[in-house]
């Protein structure tokens, strides 16, 4: 990010950037405009396109950016818009290198964002569409790095005013010719939340770590927790070693992994729901287990054979048999849960660390039974810290905690889920005490609509599912229709991201990562010669995997 912004916003800094067409027509029903260009390669959709204009209120002129949407071949010479008096014909023939013989055009609908405002810290509408004939420059990448990210721009911050942490994600996927690097502010996407969404194999695990290795360094230090039930996300403790987690100071992220037969959930944490869930006790049982819990609501931890007893010493005559065969059936005969704690929040929320929780061996149930007390145990100890009660013991987490979610619709599905009610409380309340879930799906459309639509930012890439689509067109308010008509046709690594993070939607290339990505399909040829190998006791034939354990594309190098 540059300090001289004030300079990269002036209208004049246009004139060094290639022209790439001339309006043809505004277009009221886009709010932007049509124009015409010979090159396609230039105006791609998403691109944005700039032009200079007075505006109401301001002195100067300024540069209005446009987005590109359609665009339709034209063939032969450009006759609707030649034919149109208020066109300068010769203008637009040295604009378009148009010679009378045979030349292609394009016809391309623009909408128009406006014009950035520091003061405002985002777009105004210049309440007035360009006029045909207005020259369109394409706009300059680094003002576009300016005022992309949802941030008070660097003039406008006081110098006592710390630099507001940013992650690196990438750059901006139309500009093949320069590097448009696309940075989003940390603080936003913890605070409001953020879906990561796309078809399997598209590069949501790979995203995400990238967001969690910009977290992670030194300029940031966040407090991460990962619910990964899959086990993608080991490949972070790289960044213990790796040079670029290492502060000046000697500061190096944790990197915590908790795998699944580590993991316990205290008794007394549990709430009568999740006992429901856990027993599906019948109607006479479900009294019975009320009577018990009653009796041990006022004990900090509680084991099983005493919630046993507790049943038994409400119900003598037998009527607590069946639930406390489930409770042996479901809890005393299950490793999960415990009388005390093993989900310490001391140990597992610290800032400059992530702990990854490998979820793989438990049940989807007990997934969320897990998440669920986890988040309950953070919101009540977020909210005591915040709201400020120095004599409650769980006001211990001074500092802000994301959680993200991998296979967010095992968590919070549309439909019943032991976690939903608290990751919806925490998606409509937690901005207020710091705590914020990142969610992360390849079927949005199984997510719940409450959940997803609070998700402030979203960094959505190839998804081809209709249902999906819809669902993410149901969650985007502004990413505009044009944009969202390129989910389909996006390549692994390539997104739009959009919402609280960004003043306007932008199409990106996701950086390559620091550590290895470990998410790989396995290559099955390979695997099925080594165990051939195997069993032969032979010397191994295999040759090493196509696939690219390093992430990166050919052709694309390190941003
Ligand atoms: N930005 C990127 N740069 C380079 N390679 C990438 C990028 N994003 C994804 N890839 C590659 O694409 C493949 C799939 O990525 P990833 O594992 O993140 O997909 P996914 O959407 O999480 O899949 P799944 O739903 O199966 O978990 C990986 O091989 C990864 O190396």
């Known amino acids: 990010m540059r300090s001289d912004d004030a300079a990269i916003l002036a209208a004049d800094r246009l004139s060094d950037e290639p022209v790439v067409g001339t309006v043809v027509e505004p277009d009221d029903d886009v709010g932007g405009f049509v124009f015409a260009t010979r090159d396609e390669q230039a105006v791609s959709t998403g691109e944005f396109v700039a032009y200079s204009q007075c505006v109401v209120g301001s002195e100067d002129d300024e540069i209005i950016l446009a987005r590109v949407n359609n665009r339709e071949r034209e063939s032969g010479l450009p006759t609707s818009f030649m034919a149109d008096p208020t066109v300068d014909a010769d203008q637009i023939a040295t604009t378009l290198g148009a010679e009378a013989d045979g030349c292609e055009l394009y016809r391309i609908t623009a909408s128009v964002i406006g014009y950035y405002d520091p003061e ?54 139309n500009r093949t010719d320069e590097r448009v690097s696309v940075e989003l502010p940390v603080n936003e996407i913890a605070a409001t939340h953020l879906a990561i969404l796309a078809s399997t194999g598209s590069g949501k695990s790979y995203t995400a770590s990238v967001l969690l ?5 030194p300029d940031t230090r966040a407090s991460v927790l990962v619910f990964d039930p899959h086990g993608e996300y080991e490949s972070l403790d790289q960044m213990c070693d790796h040079e670029a987690f290492q502060g000046a100071d000697g500061y190096s992220p944790a990197v915590e992994l908790r795998r699944s037969d580590q993991l316990s959930v205290k008794l007394a944490d549990l709430t009568f729901d999740d006992f429901y869930s856990i027993l599906e006790p019948t109607q006479r049982m479900s009294s019975v287990l009320n009577d018990a819990l ?15 007893k507790a049943c038994h010493s409400n119900h003598p005559d037998g009527q607590a048999n069946g639930l406390k065969w489930r409770i042996n059936r479901h809890i005393v005969q299950s490793d999960f849960f415990d009388g005390y704690d093993r989900l310490d929040l001391d140990d597992l929320v610290n800032p400059g660390q992530v702990t990854v929780f490998q979820m793989g061996g438990l049940t989807r149930r007990d997934q969320q039974v897990m998440a669920a007390v986890l988040l309950r145990k953070l919101y009540a100890s977020r909210e005591a810290a915040v709201v400020g009660n120095p004599e409650d013991v769980r006001s211990e987490i001074k500092h802000p905690v994301f959680t993200l979610f991998e296979e967010a619709h095992r968590f919070a599905p549309d439909g019943d889920s032991q976690a939903l009610p608290i990751i919806r409380q ?6 207020k005490f710091g705590l914020g879930t990142g969610l992360i799906s390849q079927r949005p459309s199984k997510i719940d609509e409450t959940v997803l639509s609070q998700c402030g ?4 890439m190839n998804i081809t599912n209709p249902n999906d689509q819809q669902a993410i067109r149901d969650s ?4 505009g229709e044009a944009v969202l008509e390129e989910l389909p046709g996006l390549t692994k690594g390539q997104a739009i991201i959009s919402g609280d993070a960004v003043n306007t939607p932008v199409l990106s290339k996701i950086r390559n990562r620091h550590t290895d990505h470990k998410a790989d399909s396995l290559s099955a040829d390979q695997l099925w010669r080594e165990a051939y190998d195997d069993a032969k006791g032979a010397p191994s034939t295999s040759k090493p995997a196509r696939s690219d354990e390093s992430g990166v594309f050919d052709g694309e190098e390190e941003i």
């Open 294 to 308: 009653d009796d041990l609501q006022d004990e900090e931890s509680f084991t099983a054979s005493q919630l046993l």
């Open 476 to 479: 985007i308010e502004n990413a």
């Open 213 to 217: 290795e910009e977290m992670l360094k």
């Open 426 to 431: 925490v998606n409509s309340e937690g901005r």
């Open 457 to 460: 930012t979203q960094i959505t």
């Open 120 to 173: 405002f810290e985002s777009f105004r509408n210049p309440r007035q569409l360009p006029s045909s004939g207005t020259r369109l420059y394409r706009a300059p990448g680094e003002m576009l790095e300016v005022v992309i990210p949802k941030i008070k721009p660097p003039s406008h911050r006081d110098n006592d005013e710390p630099d507001p942490g940013m992650a690196q994600m990438g750059r901006l996927l």
